[in-house]
């Protein structure tokens, strides 16, 4: 890595279009499988488990992918800058593991998701105040009943809010470069089970004491019919804290599992 340049343009260039080409993969590949799983391979045997079991209108998919391949650039352009950011030494990107022990990759991890998820929690709620939500947030919103392919479904505006906060998080948090795709997966795959429309998770996981903190299609499927509730991303507890988790919560969860 250290042997290109990324800070002139051709080479950034080509380093924006890479990292573009891995993130909509990425995308297709996490949305696609779900897709297939639940409304190809077998809707019938989902049927139970899909939260609203309207059909979606085809364009929507259409709109869906496309918004999703825009913020995907977004995301890859962020990505781009992260590497020219590590290569002029402004980040807290390392690269060998024992600099800072095997423990510290899953507690960075999660410290990580910790502040991505406060971030993202207070933006939402941000967004969603009526001036605002009119101009960047409404576009997610056009999918009253989401699909995994909803997953990067932003008005670009949101794109760039939501592409700004892993750049931040790695200038002042150590982070191995592995644990930074490792956020990224895990912010794709569970964008794909949040917006599935089907609730993956089994009966009761609501109340498990693990369970309990995790979002699941259930959960945000209900703010995108309730708007004032259920802001979260990965984790309810900033939900269940600031008293914004939806009281039907726990009946709709319970409905829609085995």
């Not at 639940?38 to 139970?48: A, I, L, M, Q, S």
């Not at 750049?167 to 917006?195: C, G, K, R, W």
């Amino acid at each position: 890595m250290h042997q290109y340049d990324f800070t002139e343009p051709s080479t950034f260039l080509v380093l924006t279009l890479l990292m573009f080409l891995i993130v909509v993969f990425r995308y297709v590949l996490i949305a696609g499988i779900f897709y297939i799983v639940f409304y190809v391979f077998d809707p019938k045997g989902f049927e139970r488990r899909k939260i609203f079991p309207k059909h979606k209108d085809p364009k929507q998919y259409r709109k869906e992918v496309f918004w999703s391949v825009f913020t995907s650039l977004l995301f890859a352009i962020a990505g781009g800058l992260m590497v020219v950011m590590w290569q002029k030494g402004y980040t807290q990107i390392y690269e060998d593991v024992r600099q800072f022990g095997w423990w510290y990759i899953p507690v960075s991890f999660l410290i990580a998701a910790f502040i991505h998820e406060t971030y993202y929690y207070w933006l939402h709620r941000w967004m969603h105040k009526p001036k605002v939500y009119r101009l960047i947030h409404k576009t997610h919103h056009d999918s009253h009943i989401t699909s995994p392919w909803t997953s990067f479904s932003f008005h670009p505006g949101e794109g760039v809010l939501q592409s700004i906060i892993i750049p931040v998080i790695i200038l002042f948090l150590p982070m191995h470069y592995y644990t930074i795709v490792a956020l990224l997966t895990f912010m794709t795959l569970t964008s794909a089970i949040n917006h599935s429309n089907v609730e993956i998770y089994p009966k009761g996981f609501h109340k498990h004491w693990l369970g309990k903190w995790f979002i699941g299609a259930t959960h945000h499927s209900l703010h995108h019919t309730q708007y004032r509730f259920n802001y979260g991303l990965y984790f309810t507890f900033w939900d269940k804290w600031m008293k914004t988790e939806s009281e039907k919560y726990p009946e709709n969860f319970e409905n829609h599992t085995i």
